[in-house]
């Protein structure tokens, strides 16, 4: 994901938690976090030479550390192509309605 991602990637989750690519790809390379379900609708994108901007509404389960999350955001991402590759500078989650941040294991 490192070649994936702009030296200053920002990923801002929709409780407002910003990581910065470091931590970001810390957390994801972890193992903490384990992706149960993920689909993605209503994608629509827009391009502007070198930057294109994707929004999505995504619904996602995951198993974060034994906590279940359950949530639909929409979300925002910017892509720039860079020497010739696309990568993302910036992802960005609002959490709509009826999402359920990950509880406490039982």
């Known amino acids: 994901m490192d070649n994936c ?7 801002t989750h929709a409780n407002g938690m910003v990581e910065h690519k470091a931590e970001y790809l810390k957390g994801v390379g972890s193992g903490a976090h384990k992706f149960l379900a993920l689909d ?4 629509h994108v827009r391009s502007y030479g070198a930057t294109a ?6 619904h996602l389960r995951a198993d974060n550390s034994g906590r279940i999350a359950d949530v639909n955001n929409l979300v925002m991402t910017v892509w720039t192509k860079q020497e010739g590759k696309w990568r993302e500078a910036a992802w ?3 959490g709509l309605p009826g999402s359920r941040p990950a509880a406490e294991p039982k």
Not at 5 to 11: I, N
Not at 53 to 58: D, F, K, L, P, R
């Open 92 to 94: 960005i989650a609002v």
């Open 40 to 43: 993605l609708s209503d994608v």
């Open 53 to 58: 901007i994707i929004e999505e509404h995504m």
């Open 5 to 11: 991602e702009t030296p200053d990637f920002t990923h």
